[in-house]
């Protein structure tokens, strides 16, 4: 049963203001079709700042790709100013 994107960015708080609830669907959506194709090898995120993405990516992972390895790499070097 396919997950619904909406529902699942609607239920849970952002950790941070580094991404919108936008940004984190389109982030999801893009996931949503790799995980539908069956592309195969884990998942990585470059760049975790708090972990928001990650734990909106994880939670989609368990409903729908539990085989799958979320990686999460980040430099800890701090981001550019959002524009």
Not at 25 to 50: H, K, N, S, W
Not at 52 to 69: D, G, H, M, N
Not at 74 to 80: C, E, I, K, Q, W
């Amino acid at each position: 049963m396919p997950m619904n994107i909406e529902q699942l960015v609607k239920t849970y708080s952002l950790l941070s203001d580094q991404v919108d609830k936008r940004e984190v669907t389109i982030i999801l959506r893009a996931l949503q079709q790799a995980v539908d194709r069956r592309v195969p090898g884990d998942i990585v995120e470059f760049g975790c700042y708090v972990g928001t993405t990650s734990v909106f990516l994880q939670r989609y992972l368990q409903a729908t790709a539990p085989e799958k390895t979320l990686h999460v790499y980040d430099s800890f070097a701090g981001l550019p100013p959002k524009v």
